[in-house]
Structure formats: structure tokens, C-alpha cells
């Protein structure tokens, strides 16, 4: 039997508010037995692992060492981009190429950072 990641997990200040921006950014749910001010959210999603945000005491101080690369589905990398940034995302990098390679790095409303690649319609295009 193989051994499945049931969940990535987040330390942060606030799991709720958290949980609620992922949710958003992933069209997940926040799960229906978490609230707010709750020490710990979990978010449900429809493709891989569900995300699990845990309240702690100490903030984030250093860059993440694991981080979420997001390939959009039905969006182009640019729309992406655009769309988790209207949530509350903000930029920490933009590594985008000339020729449509690239990546962009943001970070979440805790500074946690994640990557925006581009879809696979876009990557079939460019090679």
C-alpha cells in the first residue's frame, strides 16, 4: 500500500482567515466544523491534498522552505496572477521571460510564498 500526503500543513496566526484565502485561491471550502478564531482551519479541495492551517505563536520570519507551485487550469498564467492578487495575494517576484516562460512568486496575507506557472494550454503553445 502506498502512503498518501492527507494534508499540507501551515503554521500561521490566524487559521481561519488563512484557510479562507486558500480556500479561495484553490476554489476549495473551508471545512463546516471550523470558524472563526478556531486554532486550527482546514481547507478542502477537489484535486490533491486538502491544506490544514494550525495557529501558533511565533510568526514567520524566514523564506518558506516548501512552497505550492500553482498550475492554472482554465486561465492563463497572467489571469491567475491577476485573479489571486484582486484576493489579497501580493507580489514578491516576477520571473517571467520574454518568450512566455516564467513563473511569478506572491505571497500570502502571512508571507507565506507560492509560485504561479503557467497552464498547461500555455506551456503546449510555447513548448
Given at each position: 500500500?502506498?502512503?498518501?500526503?492527507?494534508?499540507?500543513?501551515?503554521?500561521?496566526?490566524?487559521?481561519?482567515?488563512?484557510?479562507?484565502?486558500?480556500?479561495?485561491?484553490?476554489?476549495?471550502a473551508v471545512s463546516d466544523e471550523d470558524?472563526?478564531?478556531?486554532?486550527?482551519?482546514?481547507?478542502?479541495?477537489?484535486?490533491?491534498?486538502?491544506?490544514?492551517?494550525?495557529?501558533?505563536?511565533?510568526?514567520?520570519?524566514?523564506?518558506?522552505?516548501?512552497?505550492?507551485?500553482?498550475?492554472?487550469?482554465?486561465?492563463?498564467?497572467?489571469?491567475?496572477?491577476?485573479?489571486?492578487?484582486?484576493?489579497?495575494?501580493?507580489?514578491?517576484?516576477?520571473?517571467?521571460?520574454?518568450?512566455?516562460?516564467?513563473?511569478?512568486?506572491?505571497?500570502?496575507?502571512?508571507?507565506?510564498?507560492?509560485?504561479?506557472?503557467?497552464?498547461?494550454?500555455?506551456?503546449?503553445?510555447?513548448?
Amino acid at each position: 500500500m502506498t502512503t498518501l500526503v492527507r494534508h499540507v500543513t501551515f503554521d500561521c496566526s490566524d487559521a481561519y482567515a488563512l484557510a479562507t484565502f486558500w480556500a479561495k485561491i484553490l476554489e476549495g471550502a473551508v471545512s463546516d466544523e471550523d470558524a472563526p478564531g478556531d486554532p486550527e482551519a482546514l481547507v478542502h479541495t477537489s484535486e490533491g491534498p486538502d491544506v490544514l492551517f494550525i495557529n501558533v505563536p511565533e510568526k514567520k520570519s524566514v523564506k518558506n522552505r516548501v512552497h505550492f507551485d500553482l498550475q492554472p487550469q482554465e486561465r492563463t498564467r497572467d489571469e491567475e496572477v491577476e485573479r489571486v492578487t484582486a484576493l489579497g495575494a501580493t507580489l514578491v517576484g516576477d520571473h517571467r521571460l520574454p518568450d512566455g516562460r516564467g513563473w511569478v512568486t506572491l505571497a500570502d496575507p502571512e508571507g507565506n510564498e507560492f509560485c504561479v506557472e503557467r497552464s498547461a494550454a500555455e506551456r503546449a503553445a510555447t513548448g
